[in-house]
């Protein structure tokens, strides 16, 4: 049975800091690219950041470049995401997506997701 556990939403401030990780069970990690994703109230669900399997390719909407930092852990399963600076517009569920990376470097996401963590900005 595929899982995958989002954890370490919060409320925090706008500027402050936080780390959510995605840990992944029922699955060869390695072999999967990783991905973030958010959906705001009313909003649809968008890819925030990715990562190939061997951390190769990474890559950023542009609403969080410079601020956000995607990683992984093979030997724990994890995927990471490090989340700076953060603003008001970036409250949401966050998810991560267990996917693959297409020949043309596009992101495949498959039907493995989390159940989210929420992630709030205010004041």
């Known amino acids: 049975q595929v899982q995958l556990v989002e954890s370490g939403g919060d409320l925090v401030q706008p500027g402050g800091s936080l780390r959510l990780s995605c840990v992944a069970s029922g699955i060869d990690f390695s072999i999967y690219s990783m991905a973030w994703y958010r959906q705001a109230p009313g909003k649809e669900r968008e890819l925030v950041a990715r990562?190939?399997?061997?951390?190769?390719?990474?890559v950023y909407d542009e609403s969080v470049g410079g601020r956000f930092t995607i990683s992984r852990d093979n030997t724990k399963s994890t995927a990471y995401l490090q989340m700076n600076s953060l603003k008001p517009e970036d409250t949401a569920v966050y998810y991560c997506n267990a996917g693959k990376t297409s020949l043309d470097g596009a992101y495949l996401p498959s039907d493995y997701w989390g159940q989210g963590t929420q992630v709030t900005v205010s004041s």
């Open positions: 990562i190939s399997a061997s951390s190769g390719k990474i």
